[in-house]
């Protein structure tokens, strides 16, 4: 195993690595931005090491610096998390270069999956059933609108760099194709440097559904029961469950051996999830993730397996722990991403500083944090914050668990997804488990929001004493005063006001 | 009344109007009614079914089951900005807020610029999300106070438009396309 590792990452998924990796007795080495000086992932660390700018290209997007960090402080593998680093082939070569291992899939299968459109044609050859659509880039828009009307309306604009849900854009007649097809260009353009194309059938009320695999030194893995993800909003998952509501044993299994030999066909190695698109009681290809993902907690709590850890044996050459044999699932387990977002104002991005964090806390509730009372959250990176995950007997319960958690989760100085997640945890349809890709939208989950929390109520309440009492007359407050201490006795004098030690809770009813 | 409001270090920003038939207090755009009234030592506001007592000392704010640290600033009175002497009556000065931090990714617009309700002046990325500030209403320019590349804290005045009517809506934000 190896004995010192870099963590090429930040925030929740960060301390997350670390958490796994300092627990098998290896030295950890974090790194950070000029922006990330007092973030807390340095603190779940044996060490870190400052990498460069506030801008992710300067610091975790910049191979150089990491690779540097990583040769000066003596480490044999890198950890890129997700995001970043993580799917990026040129690096994973740097990494081999320079004798470190990328714990990671090898760089030719992350140049395969990177590229939408040779993943496609590999998965077709593996006889994985692939999304209608084309699997060339489209040079031209006239090239575009016969591909398009052989398809059908509507169709699906995406890059074939693409990823995280960007660059992709639906089309719903031929009068918006032109128009469509340009935009989508230069947003690809501006993101991934290459405004290839190519289209898809574009299908409504699809589920999304992913299966997480696991494959060893040889090629010989595992295949989980399947997560589903289609509460999204522009194209990013917001919620992820497993197993799906929809599925049952049979598609459950073809699916889980699909995948399992869908990257087997890539010369895959390690963790990687493969995406399908659900509709009619068929699955087709979607796309791969060649790294660990964001929503991996679910898929541990139900089958115990800790995905970090195989994920380093595999890199070290160790071998997975578990096989398809003994792979055993059980009940199921609910994520709900705390994004600093403002969910109403359209998800508007909601960083600076958080001044309260309070997470639930109990059996089967898991919290994967960034962030703590005091940590900033800068503009420069992701929104995701934490990760709230419950897992449990039955999906009915663990949606009720989850609404008590979420109600139990307060973030205080920004605003966050928490009241989205409140919304859709009483919303008829998610109970149910009558999940689609669109449904954040065609229900209007957002426009259910009628508070952001009683926290923001009271805030309401003392505005509006404020100005009532005539107390903006006498203009602004000056903040002069404010020492250190003042901060610990209003703590203290809130503390014993609300009761002290044994002060019952107040219940919270909204 | 706008104002900036700071509960135990939490900043909002914070709109009242106070009618006959009560109070509308927005939060960081999200609206309450209710109703004030002062009473021996204090205010009492009902904002849900239950009268709730708030009383001040100091910077120090006391309700029913708290105290909380507060701090006001940036208090503007609606009405004293149309009263700007110099100006004629018709014309509104419409300043231009970042809607949240921020870096400024383009600048769309420049000084002089006539520009219609919905145009984008500039464009904003924080956390991977691109943000198009749309001009509210018609107008000129008569200000830009950044470049690209600036970073801007929210609320910070990023331009300033003149209109000939008054504005339908705030300075909002549009969730545009996405980076990384």
């Given amino acids: 195993m190896f004995r010192r590792l870099l963590i090429a990452n930040r925030g929740e998924i960060a301390i997350r690595v670390a958490r796994t990796a300092r627990a098998m007795g290896i030295h950890c080495i974090g790194v950070y931005s000029e922006a990330d000086r007092t973030a807390l992932h340095r603190t779940a660390m044996d060490e870190s090491v400052e990498i460069g700018g506030p801008l992710p290209a300067q610091s975790y997007l910049n191979a150089s610096a990491i690779l540097r960090a990583a040769t000066e402080t003596r480490a044999d593998a890198i950890h890129p998390g997700y995001g970043f680093l993580s799917e990026k082939a040129d690096f994973a070569v740097r990494c081999a270069e320079a004798g470190i291992v990328f714990v990671g899939p090898p760089p030719e299968a992350i140049a395969v999956t990177g590229d939408k459109v040779s993943a496609r044609r590999a998965m077709a050859e593996a006889g994985v059933p692939v999304t209608e659509g084309v699997d060339r880039v489209l040079r031209s828009v006239d090239e575009a609108r016969e591909v398009a009307a052989h398809l059908g309306y509507p169709v699906l604009f995406k890059a074939t760099a693409g990823g995280g849900g960007i660059g992709m854009s639906r089309v719903d007649g031929p009068e918006d194709l032109a128009e469509s097809f340009e935009a989508a260009r230069s947003v690809a353009r501006a993101n991934f440097g290459n405004p290839d194309l190519f289209l898809e059938k574009y299908l409504r009320k699809a589920r999304h559904v992913e299966v997480q695999v696991l494959l060893g030194d040889r090629g010989a893995g595992v295949g989980f029961v399947e997560r589903e993800c289609s509460v999204q909003r522009r194209h990013q998952k917001l919620v992820e469950e497993t197993p799906s509501p929809a599925i049952g044993a049979a598609v459950r299994k073809r699916l889980r051996e699909v995948a399992v030999r869908g990257l087997q066909s890539l010369g895959y190695r390690n963790a990687g999830t493969v995406e399908f698109l659900f509709h009619d009681g068929r699955f087709t290809f979607n796309e791969v993730n060649a790294r660990l993902q964001v929503e991996h907690p679910i898929t541990e709590m139900v089958t115990g397996v800790d995905l970090v850890r195989q994920q380093l044996r595999v890199a070290s050459g160790e071998g997975i722990e578990v096989s398809q044999n003994e792979m055993r699932w059980k009940g199921h387990a609910i994520e709900c991403r705390i994004n600093a977002e403002d969910p109403l104002r359209n998800f508007l991005p909601s960083p600076g500083r958080v001044v309260d964090f309070r997470v639930p806390a109990g059996g089967q509730i898991r919290v994967d944090a960034g962030v703590a009372a005091g940590s900033i959250v800068p503009a420069f990176y992701d929104p995701l914050i934490a990760k709230l995950a419950v897992a449990g007997s039955s999906r009915e319960t663990m949606v009720r668990r989850m609404l008590q958690s979420v109600d139990a989760f307060e973030v205080r100085g920004i605003h966050t997804t928490l009241p989205f997640h409140r919304v859709l945890m009483s919303d008829r349809d998610f109970i149910r488990g009558n999940l689609w890709t669109t449904m954040v939208d065609d229900l209007h989950l957002v426009g259910r929001i009628r508070s952001r929390g009683p926290w923001e109520r009271q805030i309401a309440e003392i505005a509006a004493a404020v100005a009532a009492s005539g107390r903006l007359m006498s203009g602004p407050t000056i903040d002069l005063l404010r020492s250190k201490a003042s901060a610990w006795s209003a703590a203290g004098r809130r503390h014993l006001l609300a009761g002290g030690d044994h002060a019952v809770p107040p219940r919270r009813r909204w | ?180």
């Avoid at chain 2, 709730?52 to 708290?66: L, N, P």
């Avoid at chain 2, 419409?94 to 769309?108: D, F, N, T």
């Avoid at chain 2, 300033?160 to 996405?178: I, K």
């Fill in chain 2, 1 to 180: 009344m706008r104002f900036r409001l700071v509960v135990d270090g939490d900043p909002r920003r914070v709109e009242v109007e106070q009618g006959p038939e009560g109070i509308l207090i927005r939060v960081d755009g999200a609206e309450y009614r209710g109703k004030v009234r002062r009473v021996d030592d204090g205010i009492a506001v009902r904002l849900g079914s239950k009268w709730r007592r708030v009383r001040f000392v100091g910077r120090t704010v006391i309700t029913q089951d708290a105290t909380h640290e507060i701090a006001i600033s940036e208090i503007e009175d609606e009405t004293s900005d149309s009263a700007l002497p110099a100006r004629s009556r018709s014309v509104r000065r419409l300043p231009i807020r970042a809607p949240m931090p921020g870096r400024v990714v383009r600048v769309a617009t420049r000084l002089g610029l006539e520009v219609k309700r919905g145009d984008t002046l500039l464009v904003l990325e924080a956390m991977k999300m691109q943000n198009e500030i749309a001009a509210p209403q018609d107008g000129t320019v008569t200000a830009v106070r950044v470049v690209e590349g600036d970073s801007v804290i929210a609320d910070q005045i990023v331009a300033v438009l003149e209109g000939h009517r008054p504005p339908e809506s705030r300075a909002g934000a549009r969730a545009g396309t996405s980076s990384s």
